[in-house]
Antibody, heavy 122, light 110 residues
């Protein structure tokens, strides 16, 4: 059974940093691209970032470019999202979503984790 | 990248059919057949319902169908059931090698 579990969320002050982790079981994560998608309280879904299966290609939404960094450690079956210079508007549930294949482009998200809440507030 | 435009809410009686539209531009919906639809119940993670405009993953009811014309994609739910009450989001790959989601549609079963 495929399982995806996000962790690392919490309360952080504006300007602070946080690193989210996405661990997967029941699949070989290196065979799949992964994305982070967030949802602010009471709002819609917003794609944040994607990384190819091998980690060589990364993509970012304009709203986080230069502040967030996606990476992966396939030996640990884990994907990360390093979030720096956090703002109040980054407050959201962050979901880890699996792509259907190794490429991060031109695909869709066929499995999602349950999400981890990030709150940016003083 | 602006969010794709969806109606805020759509409602129907059990057994009826409803259609949710998703309007983008030639840089996303109109330019690619990588449109997908997701169902989200309150407090739950999104679930893939349609991919590549009109394909259904295994396990998804054939009451769900998708289509596209120009810059607008559509999701149709036929034979509406109480369990279909949820939020629905479309998504598309974009010319910038990013993804964009729709504004979301709340489906209410009357």
């Amino acid at each position: 059974e495929v399982q995806v579990l996000e962790s690392g969320g919490g309360l952080v002050q504006p300007g602070g940093s946080l690193r989210l982790s996405c661990s997967a079981s029941g699949l070989t994560i290196s065979s799949f691209a992964m994305s982070w998608v967030r949802q602010a309280p009471g709002k819609g879904l917003e794609w944040v970032s994607a990384i190819s299966g091998g980690g060589g290609s990364t993509y970012y939404a304009d709203s986080v470019k230069g502040r967030f960094t996606i990476s992966r450690d396939n030996s640990r079956n884990t994907v990360y999202l390093q979030m720096n210079s956090l703002r109040a508007e980054d407050t959201a549930v962050y979901y880890c979503a699996k792509h259907i294949n190794i490429a991060a482009r031109q695909t869709y998200f066929d499995f999602w984790g349950q999400g981890t809440l990030v709150t940016v507030s003083s | 990248q602006s969010a794709l435009t969806q109606p805020a809410s759509v409602s129907g009686s059990p057994g009826q059919s409803i259609t949710i539209s998703c309007t983008g531009t030639s840089s996303d919906v109109g330019g690619y057949n990588y449109v997908s639809w997701y169902q989200q119940h309150p407090g739950k993670a999104p679930k893939l319902m349609i991919y590549d405009v009109s394909k259904r993953p295994s396990g998804v009811s054939n009451r769900f169908s998708g289509s596209k014309s120009g810059n607008t994609a559509s999701l149709t739910i036929s034979g509406l059931q109480a369990e279909d009450e949820a939020d629905y989001y479309c998504s598309s790959f974009t010319i910038s090698s990013t993804y964009v989601f729709g504004t979301g549609t709340k489906v209410t079963v009357l």
